[in-house]
């Protein structure tokens, strides 16, 4: 869907790169060597969506970072038609309404830095979570989103070691 309204290739990896996770930061040759794309085409789609305000860029050193304006007044629509693209709203909402005591679900991997993958990695935080019925219904959201999705359930002790030096985003959290 995004792939069709965004006719750049290049444009749709830096949507995706910088407004699914907003913590996401990167500099031109970084960006290079992430997408496998010439210097040329990043820059253009770089200055495009800094000149419309939705990246703000920031100088440290020689390098000149780009991030998503969180600021701008399109940043959450742009943000959930990324999460749409991807699949992440049907599988948050399939998997919390009926999977147990889950506390927090997180995508880390690749999707949380911000680079498309065919491979979700969702981590469940919660206690006596019913397995078989995840894998059910990470299934069906497999069939939905066209995508492989691998999952793990930890406890919150576990999550600390876990996300030790690991790109991570969160994404739903039981309300308090």
């Not at 703000?56 to 038609?81: C, Q, V, W």
């Amino acid at each position: 869907m995004l792939d069709s309204l965004v006719t750049s290739k290049t444009r749709v990896k830096l949507l995706l790169k910088f407004f699914l996770n907003s913590n996401n930061k990167s500099y031109l040759r970084n960006l290079e060597q992430e997408f496998g794309e010439s210097s040329n085409a990043i820059r253009i789609e770089l200055n495009r969506l800094e000149s419309a305000d939705l990246l703000r860029s920031e100088i440290s050193g020689n390098r000149k970072y780009f991030m998503a304006n969180t600021n701008h007044p399109l940043y959450k629509d742009i943000n959930n038609i990324v999460k749409n693209f991807i699949g992440i709203d049907k599988l948050i909402e399939r998997v919390v309404n009926e999977i147990g005591n889950l506390k927090r679900a997180y995508i880390t991997g690749d999707f949380a830095k911000g680079t498309d993958s065919q491979i979700i990695d969702l981590v469940l935080v919660g206690q006596n979570i019913e397995t078989s019925f995840i894998e059910t219904l990470i299934s069906k959201a497999e069939n939905l989103i066209t995508r492989k999705i691998r999952y793990l359930i930890l406890t919150e002790n576990q999550m600390t070691d876990y996300f030790k030096n690991k790109p991570v985003l969160l994404i739903w959290e039981q309300e308090k």
